[in-house]
Each structure stands twice: as C-alpha cells, then as structure tokens.
C-alpha cells in the first residue's frame, strides 16, 4: 500500500521521507506552499526545538516560532536572507553601518537586542559553520563571529522555521537568544526560473539577480533538488554633504585646483558596497531500505565585495583649507588630486552533509557528517604604502582568513508508553565537532615600513611634509603581517538527552539537558531546559519554561590579531594613529592583564499566552535573558586619555613597539535584557472579495548592564578604562528597543497584493562624551508589492522597499569628510527608497 512515511530527523529537523510511493504520486505531500499556507493557519508541523518523535504545530508549541514561507521571503523584494529576515522578523535588526573594516562589508545583525553570536544557524537541522571574517571594528556586535545566512540561496529554501527562546540544552553553544532552521525545498518535482532588477529612487544603487531551481525524482521514492542565484548589486551615490574645499588655502584663499575636484568625496556612506554573489545548493534523498534513508544537502557560495566603508577618502592634503598630518600618506606622485581606497573581499563558502536515517531495534536512528568552510580572501585597491615612496603598488594582496566546522551526529529516539495521556518521547545523542580558525598573511608591501622619507624640496607638498616618514602599511587599512597571523583549532564532544510528553490531555512538559566538551580554555559546560504548555480552555493556553544556555568564545576571538592603521581627530587636524588587537593569549595581552577566555553563561526564563479561534491567532511571549561573562572588546589602551606612556612601555617590554595602542577581547560584563515579543494573525477568505491574510508583530527589549569588571591587577594602578561609556552605551541603546511590523496579503483570483508598514523604534548613537550623544527618532518605513498571475506558469511582480522614501533624522552633526548627517545605525538603511519589478516562471 502506498503511503507516506514521517520519520524523526533527530538533529533537530523531522522531514517527510518516501517510502514505497512513487514521488509523481505523493508531489503535493508537503510542498512549500502547501506548508506555508498551514503555517499560516497555526497547523504546521514545526520540528525545531522538538526533538524525538511527538509532532507539534506553530499553535501548540510549548515555545515562541515563527515559521517563514518561501513566499514570504519573495515578497519582501529584498535579496539577502539577512535583509529578508530584517524586514519580517520584529526583533532582528542591522544597522545601515556596522562600523569599518570587514564589518561595513558583511553586515552585523542583531535579535533581541543580543549580537548574531547568541542565535544559533542551523540548516536541515545541521549546525552551520560561522563566518570567518571577525566584526572587530564594528560598534553594534562588536567582536561577533556570527553565521552569515546572505550565503545561503533564498531560492533553495522550503521554509524557515525561527525559535525565539534558548535551546542550549538541545542543540548546543550559541542557542541563547534563539535558533534559526532553514530548511532546503525538498518538493521532488518542477522547477522555477525568476528575474529580479531594480535601483534606489534617486541614489542608484542597481541591482539584478537571477534565480533558479528545480527537482527531479531519484530512484524509488526519493528526489534532488538544485538551486542556484546570482546577484549583482551596486553601490549608491553617497548621502554625504559636499566639503567646501579640498585643498589648503594659497595667500589666504581657495586654491584654483578647487574648481574641478569633485566635492562630494565620503564614498563610504550610504550604501558603500558593490557586490557580485552566486550561492548554490542541493538538497537530496534516496531510500534504499522500507525503513532507510539517504540523504545529502550542500550549499556552495562565491561573492565579490568593492566597498569604499571604513576607508576613508585620502584628501590631498587636506580638508576645509586646512593641513592635516594624514596628507603625509597621500603622495602627490600617485594621488595628486586624493584618492578614495577600497576594500576588497573575494570569499567561496560550502557546506556539505551525508547522512543516514533507519529504524532499529524500536528506535529511530539518525547517523550524518557535515563540513563546512568560510575562506575569504582580502585585498585593498586605489590605495598606496606610502612608507614605500611614489614606487608603491595601488593594489594589494592583504591576507585570507578561514574558519572551518566538522560535526558528527549520532541521534536515536524512540517512544514509551508510561501509562500518560501520550507516550513519552526519549531522544538522545551525541556529538562530536571539529573547529579551525586561520588567519594568513598577506603580501609583504601591504604591512611593510619601507622607509621612505618625504624629501623637503621646493614643491607645496614637500613644504608641508618634508622630512616626515609616513605611516608603514595601507592607507585605510593594513594588511596581515607574520607576526598577526596565527592558526588555532580544538575538538568538542557533547551528549544530550531530551524527553517530553503529555502528562494530562491538554498538559505538555519538555526536558533536556546536555554537557559539553572543549579542548580549549572553553573547558566544560552544562546546560539544561524545562518547558511546559497548558491548555486553559479550549483554543487559550500558557506556556514558559526555563533554561540555562552557554556560548563558547569563537576561536577567532581567541587567536584573532590585526595592525591597522586609524584616524583620530585631535583639534583641526586627522592624525593618522596605527593600533593592534591582541590575541588574549600573547605575552603582550597577559602584561595588560588579558585571560584565556571562558563561556559565556545564561539564564533564561520566558512566559506566554496563545488563543486561537477559527482563523485567528494571538501569542503573546515575555522573556528575559541573563548572560554572565560577556564577551567585548576593551577601549584602546595607550592612547593620551588611556593609559599613554604606562601602556606603550609595557607593550614594547613585551615585543610590541611599532603601535600607539592596542586592544584584546576579555569576559567583562554581565547583562539582562527583558521584553517581549506579540504577534497576531488573521486569515479571511470570502467568495466574491477574495483572501485577506492580516499580521501585526510587535517586540520590546532592553538591556542592562548589570556589572563590568575592575581593571585587572596589572592595570590597577594606571588611569584606564577597559570598557568606557560609549561601548556600553552601544550594548544598550544602539538598535531600537521596540518595533512594530504591519501587513496584508490581498489575493483574488490573479491579482495579490502586499503592504507592509514597519515602525522602527528610536536609537542613539554614543559617545564617550554625553552632550556627544545623537538620538533619532522613530520612523515608519512601507513596503508594497503588486502581482500577476499572466498564466498558470508566469508571474510578474512590481514593488518598493520603504515606498515614502524615509531618511533617518539629520543628527546636526557631520565629519570633515562630508558624511554622518544620518547617522550609521539606522536599521532601515541611508538610501531611500527602492523600487524594483520580479519575472518568474514554473515549469
């Protein structure tokens, strides 16, 4: 007899699996939208945070989930998972800027106010390797090492599901904030083909993506489905003010040369970068047995970054008619007229996993492989060594970082029946993962001090300069050097158990715990998880429960080191200052009083109410997490106001004697952020005036920090701050503490459409001076899209992100460069508005 066989998928993921039917018979068992429209009605199956063999749906769940279509993430006209996720998840945030470096590239996110390290990525159920470029310059997430899901095809995902609680004690370091499961189409038949093309409304910014997938049956029962997009998007003209003058004054008045230099230089604001991206992905499986399984997934991943942020436009000499000393490193040889670096970011990242799902002996048993890597190469254009001379190469070979993941799973899970109103559910595994972290060096001239020297003849430049030696390394940036590059990998082995069941009709409790394993300074951690769902009445219910949860510190955060060079403004003039970020475990580190790094632990307790009536459906979920042993980045030790001469000497006592300053990642502060996420949904479907799907999402956090660290001994007695006011301010009120999230589908025979308004809350961006402080206020930003259905095969789509075109407020404050009138962090971007139009086709 043909049938459909639902089988445990104990990593965390339960999928439909094929026995003895053929796969043209059973296409439309669970395809996408099939299980999209169910999850809109609360009667999806979820499988995070489930593990074992009872099945429950987005309503009954005794934990907060939101379960993401493959529509809804088309819908939002966005490209990016990140963007996607942004724009339909209210406590998932960015900010338009991270900061410089790498982290103006790859955008930093944030949920529930807690940096992308504190969610756990998981796709197919399988933990997801992080990337490996540290967000060491960015102000929002600092330090964070999180999973880049941009790197992950939008057109090869069936559905996402997202756990807002911990889950620690299920799946392991990293789950405290929540737990995000993408999981690939696994629809066994037909294929889809669509063309995406649009640009701001006045800024440029183009963009064009193709996007493809299809599925094939394999074998008896079994199906492979590959998927593939590429994308091009362009950087926007700046939403900097033009400077008045770009070169000192002559006598007291404009130099002639200003008349055709272009004014508008801050090439770094707005949407600084321009990028190329092709991801890919397969997802198969084969039966080979009634009760046995294959299957195989992969993601494969090439992107190409030119970004101009955190690389500051070299004036010539100046800016405003006034010298400054980093006009040194512009040599008018090369750049008479300035010149804007830019960063450049060439990164392939897979992962790939085998696996085997059978019966035995009473239990189901889930046996998989996964192995994934980031590896990115940097480089720097338009740019110049200036310690070289007028010789120096303007493009550069900066160095690569890598950072690779190898986890094993053994997962078994069966049912007992103890005389309960259900039978208890037993899962119980274990795992073993492997990590490495390399940071290589780059090509000599892109660090190297070449010793040139400014000659003082009778040119202006030579006039200004003469006699100085400019600063070794890159303008903007430096390249890695031996002395910062460094490899470092350690083995992990854990063990979970988890058991859940009804114990009464209409009364659900869940138990897990799970001890972990690491060869490193991490050592051990536990981490345990009680959850219970009551039914109240019939359709109302409470839920909560409590866990403890456990992040490791990232081996980059561990072994990562830089020299790089920054600009300090001191009176009227940009100085150019070089610094170093330690790795914790170098001599000079421990002189400053740094420690091997050690887990950040938390507590984590959440309440809630569901009710749901027909088509409506109401949750509301507060929480609160407490992490202990924060880890952040120190302030820069050694500048004038922190530390100076003290710190120098002990940073050349130590082998370090070509840098101003220098910082180190240390468990430094303890933190508690409350709130609460309510999310209402209601479906209407009438004969004559078509279906009207209606949501309302709104979420509140806060953070506190509840304790930071006294200096360490060896800085006891020196006036240092190790994390000063700015850096706390930006934990606590640098992304909104509320957002609210609007919309309605509207379909009717061919004809559907969309709005959605999104109220971001208010945010500050700090200083370490208080009358610094700039607050902004909140905005609403709509979004609206418009479809067609020509044919049964062809659609077509016409929309706009942020429809009215909303700035962040002016902040009254803007750089010498031109740029900063909005702000960095505004988490709905510096651009204005996109509009764009969507081809798709099914076969």
């Known amino acids: 007899m043909k049938k459909v066989l639902v089988s445990s998928f104990l990593v965390g993921v339960s999928i439909i699996t094929i026995s003895s039917a053929k796969a043209e018979d059973i296409v439309d068992a669970l395809p996408a939208a099939d299980s999209a429209a169910a999850a809109a009605d609360g009667s999806a199956i979820v499988v995070t945070g489930a593990r074992g063999r009872i099945q429950r749906s987005v309503a009954d769940s005794p934990v907060p989930i939101d379960v993401i279509s493959p529509q809804e993430l088309k819908n939002t006209g966005r490209t990016g998972l990140k963007e996607i996720l942004g724009n339909i998840i209210p406590s998932l945030s960015m900010p338009a800027l991270g900061g410089g470096g790498t982290s103006a590239s790859v955008r930093p996110i944030s949920i529930r106010g807690l940096s992308g390290d504190y969610v756990l990525v998981l796709v197919n159920g399988k933990r997801r390797h992080t990337t490996s470029l540290i967000n060491n310059l960015s102000r929002i997430s600092g330090g964070s090492t999180p999973v880049d899901i941009d790197l992950i095809p939008t057109v090869g995902v069936g559905r996402i599901e997202v756990l807002r609680d911990g889950a620690a004690a299920q799946y392991g370091s990293d789950a405290i904030s929540g737990v995000i499961n993408i999981i690939l189409d696994n629809t066994p038949r037909g294929g889809e083909f669509s063309v995406t093309g649009g640009q701001l409304y006045e800024k440029g910014g183009a963009l064009a993506q193709v996007a493809g997938t299809y599925g094939t049956p394999l074998g008896d029962g079994g199906f492979a489905r590959f998927s593939v997009e590429a994308k091009y998007h362009d950087r926007a003209d700046s939403s900097a003010q033009p400077v008045p003058y770009l070169y000192p004054f002559v006598n007291g008045q404009p130099d002639p040369r200003e008349a055709d230099a272009d004014h508008l230089i801050a090439g770094g604001y707005g949407r600084s970068n321009r990028d ?7 997802n198969a499986e084969l039966p080979v047995g009634e009760d046995t399984t294959l299957y195989s997934f992969s993601t494969l991943s090439y992107r190409d970054i030119k970004d101009a942020r955190g690389a500051y436009f070299a004036a010539p000499t100046g800016y405003n008619g006034q010298a400054n000393t980093s006009g040194a490193s512009v040599l008018p ?30 239990w189901s048993l889930d046996l998989s492989t996964s192995y994934g890597r980031d590896n990115v190469e940097l480089g720097a254009d338009n740019t110049l060594n200036p310690s070289i001379g007028p010789d120096s190469k303007t493009s550069f070979f900066m160095g690569r970082q890598k950072q690779d993941l190898w986890v094993n799973n053994l997962d078994l899970s069966r049912e007992v029946d103890l005389g309960f109103a259900r039978p208890l559910s037993l899962a119980v595994g274990v795992e073993h993962r492997w990590e490495r972290f390399r940071n290589i060096a780059g090509e000599p001239d892109s660090y190297r001090d070449g010793g040139y020297v400014i000659p003082a003849d009778g040119t202006p430049f030579g006039q200004l300069y003469g006699g100085r030696s400019p600063s070794p390394g890159l303008v903007s940036f430096t390249g890695t050097s031996p002395a910062d590059a460094s490899s470092t990998s350690r083995n992990n082995v854990a063990a979970y158990v988890d058991v859940s069941t009804d114990l009464t009709p209409g009364w659900f409790v869940g138990l897990a715990g799970r001890f972990e394993h690491y060869s490193d300074s991490a050592g051990n951690a536990f981490a345990a998880k009680g959850s219970t769902r009551v039914e109240l009445a019939k359709g109302l219910a409470l839920r909560g429960g409590v866990n403890t949860g456990f992040r490791a510190p990232s081996l980059a955060q561990t072994a990562f080191s830089t020299t790089q060079n920054t600009v300090t403004v001191i009176g009227e003039e940009r100085v150019s200052t070089v610094s170093k970020f330690l790795p914790v475990n170098s001599a000079a580190a421990i002189a400053l009083g740094a420690t091997p790094l050690k887990p950040e632990k938390s507590l984590n307790f959440t309440a809630g109410l569901t009710y749901e009536t027909g088509p409506f459906r109401l949750t509301v979920d507060a929480y609160q997490i407490r992490i202990d042993d924060r880890i952040v980045k120190t302030e820069f030790l050694g500048t004038a106001s922190n530390g100076g001469a003290a710190i120098k000497n002990i940073l050349v006592a130590n082998g370090i004697d070509d840098v101003d300053s220098a910082q180190f990642f240390t468990n430094a502060i303890d933190t508690r952020t409350r709130g609460v996420d309510v999310v209402a949904e209601y479906l209407l479907r009438t004969d004559r005036l078509g279906e009207f799907r209606l949501n309302a999402a709104y979420s509140y956090n806060r953070t506190k920090i509840l304790h930071v660290i006294d200096n360490p001994p060896e800085l006891s007695t020196l006036n240092v701050t190790l994390f000063g006011r700015q850096a706390q ?52 930003v709509t979004d609206a899209e418009l479809g067609y259905q020509l044919t049964d095969n062809l659609d077509v789509a016409v929309g706009a992100n942020n429809l009215f075109d909303v700035y962040p407020e002016k902040n009254g404050a803007i750089a010498a460069d031109g740029s900063g009138q909005f702000g960095g962090f505004a988490p709905f971007g510096l651009s204005g508005g996109f509009y764009y139009a969507r081809v798709g086709f099914r076969f």
Do not use: H
């Open 276 to 282: 190329k991206i092709v991801n890919g992905s397969y």
């Open 333 to 362: 040889q090369l750049y008479p007229a300035g010149f804007q670096a830019y960063r450049r970011i060439w990164e392939w990242d897979w992962q790939a996993a085998l696996g085997l799902r059978t019966e035995f002996s009473g």
């Open 729 to 780: 301010r930006d934990l606590v009120a640098a992304t909104p503490r509320s957002k609210v999230v609007l919309s309605g589908n509207w379909s009717l025979d061919k004809v559907r459409v969309l709005l959605r308004v999104t109220r971001f809350g208010k945010y500050t961006e700090s200083s370490n001076v208080a009358a610094s402080d700039r607050t902004f206020g909140a905005r609403w």
